[in-house]
């Protein structure tokens, strides 16, 4: 078993691989967003509206990959803070003369924002709108004239106004089409593979598992844009779709055939199945898709073992209906259900909602009292700073902040450097735009990278724009730069402080329902008929393998008050790491006897029923942990009548299978040297 030292360097190394690797498209993200900035502040320093910093970094938060989205989140964001700005103008009135009715009208604007930040769906841009809008009524405490009020309030929209404006039109002109990015993530993922068949190296193979584990991440998303675009047909459209689905099952039988010891029989069966997939991935690339892809018989396949001989043979079928849609007559799978309206499901009725919105604002207001009385206005930012890294559990505030006050410091580091040696020579607005330019495209590139480190790149340009954008002209004031770093690192403290001592939330809450989802649809699986139907739920227990193992990376940043303890931990990666085995032969066994896919679906159910959730919510052990219920107990006899009746053939999915359910039932030891449970 590794070390915490190695698992420590191990960690490490990852970050820093996802801070500096390429992939498609995220050069492409950083230079539209390092324009967007610097065209938001040629703007805030043409018309010398306050907080250019702010103004700028707005941007950050209206950016996405695609055009479509981009605008969309653009607009929405315009209409949202006119709304807010005109209701804060309502609220000036009765507030502007009163302190303590403008500290209760911040409280309520952020606390309502923040709710709807987490139970419904704004929740990609409330928090920025809580922030303009505290910030906001944080203004009118300078401004004790009703005019220059009202101006405040008209700035604080500029705020939003300027760089959403300045996105829209950068997007429509240069943005990538969603059906040029699903294209692309499709063409990525094919030579992921084709990269892991040449050369499986510790390397390629990591780089592989990313594609493999994310699923179909964003395609799905992008094909719905793109129709709602109307710039593609519909058939198109609707072979991609096909396509995604397909590609998942590529991956997964890759994944299976690249386990096979390496042979010079294997070896050009395997440079073969690269030389078609980078192909199709060429196709994919220059905006087209490939039909009509067939895999050619090679003497090689004859010294692969039964269970390779299979996910070649589910290959070829992938790539036979690549593109293909399968007929109208066929009844498409049944969709997952999705609660429609503003609100998600539970926001009336889930506690944590209302928990994160009061903590989110209780440090916010903190923050703001506290430079309030301290007559410190210049540690403003960390007002802003609690609004930016809060999230709904504690591991991921505390990695989101430790993040940023490694971006923080990097970021003040540049900053101040800029202001010693690069501003005393800029003498135009043009010399100012390029050091933002050159500042956003390192910090741009960062954040259009993994959601582990892109933290970093966020908080490196926002204190880089604290400090260098500090007015309508050039400025050196060291002071400034320092009161601004201060205020992000307070800031950071004091929501790290309020996240892991009051209603802390632990990550390890959705991860057991998290794996009895998964083992549920591995079980629909096993039992589907449908190659289609197969094949999606292949790519949904991808994508849900992918965020379990997260959240387990995850819970190293919760403190050892409410992190599970290591043998728990230890228990359910064991878990993540036989469903990863299982889920390639669980694909590709398409040939099992009707009575051994159930039973192979019925284990898989009984093993789901473990990790489920019990009539008071709480997440159940895994059933060793307790006494089988009756229900439990008709489960396995069934699940053992169906494996062992006439007519059922054990195949090369019940080690993987027998291997999980050992992961399961084998007991480990705690910290303590006990040998048993540990607590959820």
């Not at 996405?64 to 607009?75: E, F, G, N, Q």
Request: proline content about 7%; some cysteine; aromatic content about 8%.
């Amino acid at each position: 078993m590794a070390t915490p030292v190695d698992n420590g360097r191990a960690f490490a190394a990852e970050r820093i691989r996802a801070i500096v690797e390429p992939f498609p498209g995220r050069l492409e993200f950083a230079i539209r967003l390092a324009v967007i900035c610097a065209l938001t502040t040629l703007a805030v320093e043409i018309y010398q509206t306050p907080e250019p910093a702010l103004t700028a970094y707005v941007a950050f938060f209206v950016m996405k990959p695609d055009r479509a989205t981009s605008v969309v989140i653009s607009a929405v964001l315009l209409l949202l803070i006119t709304l807010i700005v005109g209701t804060v103008l309502l609220i000036t009135m009765q507030v502007i003369d009163a302190p303590l009715w403008r500290v209760v009208a911040m409280t309520l604007v952020s606390f309502c924002m923040l709710f709807a930040a987490s139970a419904s769906k704004l929740k990609p841009i409330a928090a920025i709108v809580a922030l303009i809008a505290a910030y906001a009524l944080d203004l009118l405490g300078t401004a004790h004239i009703g005019e220059i009020a009202t101006r405040a309030l008209l700035y604080a929209w500029l705020f939003v106004g300027i760089p959403a404006g300045v996105s829209i039109v950068v997007n429509l002109v240069a943005g990538p089409a969603p059906r040029r990015l699903a294209g692309r993530a499709l063409a990525h993922r094919l030579r992921a593979g084709a990269k892991l068949l040449r050369s499986p190296d510790e390397n390629t193979r990591r780089l592989f598992l990313a594609c493999l584990h994310e699923g179909p991440g964003e395609i799905p998303a992008w094909l719905k844009l793109a129709g709602a675009e109307k710039t593609s047909p519909a058939q198109d459209i609707a072979a991609l779709k096909q396509a995604t689905q397909a590609t998942a099952a590529i991956l997964a039988t890759l994944d299976v055939i690249a386990r096979e010891p390496a042979t010079p029989q294997t070896g050009r069966l395997r440079e073969h199945i690269a030389q078609t997939l980078d192909g199709m991935a060429a196709i994919l690339q220059t905006g087209g898709y490939p039909v009509d892809i067939t895999l050619a018989q090679i003497d090689g396949e004859t010294a692969l073992s039964p269970l390779a001989a299979a996910a070649l043979a589910e290959l070829r079928a992938a790539l036979a209906a690549f593109a293909e849609p399968p007929p109208a007559a066929l009844p498409p799978p049944p969709a997952a259900k999705s609660a429609g309206g503003f609100f998600v499901p539970d926001a009336f009725t889930n506690p944590a909602h209302v928990q994160y919105a009061l903590k989110t604002t209780a440090a916010a207001m903190f923050c703001y009292v506290v430079y309030s009385l301290l007559n410190w206005p210049g540690i403003h930012t960390c007002l802003i700073t609690c609004y930016i890294v809060s999230l709904g559990t504690t591991a991921e505030t505390v990695e989101k902040l430790t993040l940023r006050i490694v971006g923080c410091l990097i970021g003040a580091a540049a900053g101040i450097a800029a202001i010693v040696f690069l501003m005393p020579n800029v003498t135009s607005i043009g010399a100012l735009m390029v050091i933002v330019f050159v500042a956003t495209l390192f910090s741009g590139w960062i954040a259009a990278g993994s959601p582990r480190i892109s933290y970093i790149g966020f908080q490196i340009a926002f204190a880089f724009f604290l400090c260098v954008i500090q007015g309508p002209s050039p400025a050196f004031d060291m002071t400034t730069a320092r009161d601004r770093v201060i205020g992000i690192l307070f800031g950071n403290l004091v929501v790290a402080v309020v996240f892991t001592q009051i209603w802390p939330v632990s990550v390890a809450k959705r991860i057991d329902p998290a794996i009895a989802a998964l083992l549920r649809r591995l079980a629909a699986m096993a039992g589907s008929d449908t190659r289609p139907r197969r094949w999606t739920l292949a790519a949904e227990a991808q994508a849900a393998l992918g965020a379990i193992e997260q959240d387990l990376d995850l819970s190293r940043y919760e403190p050892s008050s409410i992190r599970p303890a290591p043998g728990w931990l230890e228990r359910r990666r064991r878990v993540a790491e036989a469903v990863a085995l299982l889920q390639g032969p669980l694909l590709v066994d398409f040939t099992r006897a009707p009575l051994a896919a159930a039973g192979v679906a019925s284990r898989l159910d009984r093993l789901a029923d473990a990790f489920g959730p019990d009539t008071t919510g709480q997440a159940t052990p895994p059933a060793s942990e307790h006494a089988a219920s009756p229900r439990h107990a008709g489960d396995a006899a069934k699940a053992n009548a169906n494996a062992n009746a006439p007519g059922a053939t054990h195949t090369f999915v019940d080690p993987f299978l027998a291997r999980l359910e050992d992961a399961i039932n084998q007991p480990v030891k705690d910290e303590d040297g006990r040998l048993g449970y540990a607590r959820a």
